[in-house]
T-cell receptor, first 120, second 111 residues
Framework: KAGVTQTPRYLIKTRGQQVTLSCSPI?????VSWYQQTPGQGLQFLFE???????NKGNFPGRFSGRQFSNSRSEMNVSTLELGDSALYLC???????????????????FGQGTRLTVV | GNSVTQMEGPVTLSEEAFLTINCTYT??????LFWYVQYPGEGLQLLLK?????DKGSNKGFEATYRKETTSFHLEKGSVQVSDSAVYFC??????????FGTGTSLTVIP
């Protein structure tokens, strides 16, 4: 079974440009979450999509956006890039969105290798 | 709100030494707790998890027990190997699929 695939692995962009990152979850998984990892801030939650709907959003500016397609693949977009957006962007795939308090805990996340974005 | 505090690194140990990485949490509900590991150039891999109080998660010689009374989930291993060198993240998940991660602890094991 293939794992979570993120493309591209590396990107170099110039300030002010925009970028689109892609994530293909594990087959059958319908939830995709995105995280930003930086040395200073650690791992920060960006947003989560389930069944093409954004279910949850972290505390990031509106320049960060995402979407999910009917095949569960997800993209995230960052517009008007800033130097501080340089980071490793990780995608996490989960089987489902917990529908009740009772089954909240067992859903583990499988992470991709990430996309390393460098803004110059 | 939800947050995780874990032991600052880096940690350097000799092979076969005992490992403890401390992790405490704050949560509004009854979270599940996880340890993830990140090897250089890789994403995060689940190491172990525990979904309720007093549960013990274990994998590859690593163990952690969910202690509600002390709000802790400390990671332990009796005898570390060079291949255990990595960054370890403690995390909690409450409702939904959002994880709250600690800052990570870098472990280097020397032969």
């Amino acid at each position: 079974k293939a794992g979570v695939t993120q493309t591209p692995r590396y990107l170099i962009k110039t300030r002010g440009q925009q970028v689109t990152l892609s994530c293909s979850p594990i087959s059958g998984h319908r939830s995709v979450s995105w995280y930003q990892q930086t040395p200073g801030q650690g791992l920060q939650f960006l947003f989560e999509y389930f069944s093409e709907t954004q279910r949850n959003k972290g505390n990031f500016p509106g320049r960060f956006s995402g979407r999910q397609f009917s095949n569960s693949r997800s993209e995230m977009n960052v517009s008007t890039l800033e130097l501080g957006d340089s980071a490793l962007y990780l995608c996490a795939s989960s089987l489902a969105y917990p529908r009740s308090y009772r089954d909240r805990g067992g859903t583990e996340a499988f992470f991709g290798q990430g996309t390393r974005l460098t803004v110059v | 709100g939800n947050s995780v505090t874990q032991m600052e690194g880096p940690v350097t140990l000799s092979e076969e030494a005992f490992l403890t990485i401390n992790c405490t949490y704050t949560a509004t509900g009854y979270p599940s707790l996880f340890w993830y590991v990140q090897y250089p150039g890789e994403g995060l891999q689940l190491l172990l998890k525990a979904t309720k109080a007093d549960d013990k998660g274990s994998n590859k010689g690593f163990e952690a027990t969910y202690r509600k009374e002390t709000t802790s989930f400390h990671l332990e291993k009796g005898s570390v190997q060079v291949s255990d060198s990595a960054v370890y993240f403690c995390a909690l998940k409450d409702t939904g699929n959002q994880f709250y991660f600690g800052t990570g602890t870098s472990l280097t094991v020397i032969p």
